[in-house]
């Protein structure tokens, strides 16, 4: 007749209730009163030792298999929380009530950092207001599942965590584990923005061509480079290209050479008194070159 193995009251009691301290404690204690009984019954021998170690490892191998289990199940309930829009409250965010930043975004941010991650960001530094919402570097813990990479494609649950108005938008930082969040009350390109003029005098420094998506400079380098402009019809590639000819007229160090061979030179012909050179003909543009 086989006997069933004993299990600790104790222990079984703490998993089904999922309390890991006292879990753990009657793990504990179940593994000493088995080393206790080998022991008694063998004495002090080799076989004694080998029998204690496997009552030591084999205690804890259902208490394993239960935090295993119990973070596969945090992790579904949090994809199926974010599939259905729960916000950080329903997610648990309060039990971190207690995490507090320098600011109210800040506060809401580090609190849905730790409700979708379910561990505390190392720091949210260089938290500032623009003049179209506010944006914050974030120091996120070490890990494949806290990365920059990762906490971006679960952009819409961040978002929805926080609860603030506006638009999100992260980007990875300058080192491997910052996120830039960018919080967006306004579109930064919802208008037509006014080009301010060059600002720069020397082709040494970049030239600012406008303003990208997150309300950043968007700079390109004139100096030993080429640029080619693409795009579709009516889409601003002449605008561009009359930004930059006007930054190498500013330029105190530079000069430019234009050929324009569209019939009456409408692109750059009005650019001709500032330029060294303009050819609207082949036989020009060939002279030019040359």
């Not at 938290?127 to 996120?140: C, N, S």
């Not at 208008?191 to 990208?212: I, Y």
């Not at 968007?218 to 290209?241: E, F, M, R, T, W």
Request: proline content about 7%.
């Amino acid at each position: 007749m086989r006997r069933k193995a004993r299990r600790s009251p104790g222990a079984v009691f703490a998993l089904n209730n999922k309390h890991k301290t006292f879990a753990t404690g009657a793990a504990s204690a179940a593994a000493v009163l088995g080393d206790t009984w080998i022991g008694a019954g063998l004495g002090p021998s080799i076989p004694s030792l080998i029998a204690s170690g496997l009552v030591t490892g084999g205690a804890y191998v259902p208490y394993m298999r239960w935090l295993t289990r119990e973070r596969q199940d945090r992790l579904k309930l949090q994809v199926a929380a974010a599939k259905a829009g729960v916000g950080a409250v329903a997610l648990g965010a309060g039990t971190y009530s207690a995490l507090t930043g320098a600011s109210p975004e800040e506060t809401k941010l580090m609190q849905a950092l730790v409700a979708m991650l379910s561990i505390p960001a190392v720091d949210v530094t260089a938290l500032e207001h623009t003049r179209f919402g506010w944006r914050a570097v974030v120091v996120l813990p070490p890990g494949r599942d806290t990365a920059p990479a990762k906490v971006i494609a679960r952009r819409e649950q961040l978002s929805t965590n926080i609860g603030l108005p506006g638009k999100l938008r992260l980007a990875k930082g300058a080192r491997d584990n910052e996120l830039v969040v960018f919080m967006y009350e306004t579109d930064p390109l919802a208008q037509t923005l006014a080009w301010p003029g060059p600002s720069t005098t020397t082709c040494r420094e970049p030239a600012v061509l406008g303003m990208d998506a997150f309300g950043q400079p968007v700079q390109i380098p004139l100096l030993y480079n080429h640029v080619l402009i693409g795009g579709a019809s009516d889409n601003g590639k002449s605008s561009l290209q009359s930004v930059l000819i006007a930054y190498v007229a500013a330029c105190e160090d530079a000069e430019a050479v234009l050929i324009d061979l569209k019939p009456g030179v409408v692109e750059l012909g009005p650019w001709g008194p500032c330029a060294l050179s303009l050819a609207d003909s082949p036989a020009k543009a060939l002279h030019t070159l040359e």
